[in-house]
């Protein structure tokens, strides 16, 4: 999956269309940053989107980083595009995506977009996750996500709990700069993350850097395929 959003309504379908022509699975969108969109110019834009490629389109709606919120109203009625597939949420808003999720097409699918979200999202009726912290417990992901569809809730729960302080380690410092610190400390060599963000300094940082340290022993990492 290609992410190929822009704030430029003509960029997101330069984009996208040039994605589709290398050969990519699917795109990921976010709702347009900095201009500050109304509802209407929200779902302008990713008409223009869908109706520019064959690829599966996934909206991104993070009103935190974009200042914009995408309503359930908008995403109900952009579901109404057979190739705009779901939307990966991270609104933060419990009711939004009851009403997303009971008001889109059949077959819509919701991802969570914040990892903390993933047990509501999913009790809700969510499809996933499409996550940071995951690169470091997908498997412990996988199996909190299979115990709720098998309606074991009491066990998905208390995966949700041990997963919660990771999580938030994880977003102690500007994204994905500790996701990459806690990687490299692994032996994974991804790289620091590019300005304007900054690495995770063990000296600078120090309570985060120790915090993901311990936090890496107490938790069961296990990265093999």
Known sequence: MAYTGSNSTREAVENTEKAEKIGVDACLSVVPYYN??????IYQHFKAVAECTSLPVIMYNIPGRVVVEMNWETIARLS?????VGVKEASGKMDLVAQTISNARE???VWSGNDNDTFPI?????????GVTTHLTGKQYKKMIDLILADKIQEAAAIHRQLVPLVNAMFSFPSPAPIKYALNQLGFRVGNPRLPLVPV???????????????LKSNTIDLKA
């Open 80 to 84: 109404q595009f057979k190739n705009i």
């Open 107 to 109: 077959g819509f699918y």
């Open 201 to 215: 300094d063990e000296v600078r940082n120090k309570k985060v850097a120790d915090t993901i340290k311990e936090l």
């Open 36 to 41: 500050k969109p109304d509802q209407e110019g």
């Open 122 to 130: 999913m009790a809700l009726g969510g499809y996933g996750v499409i």
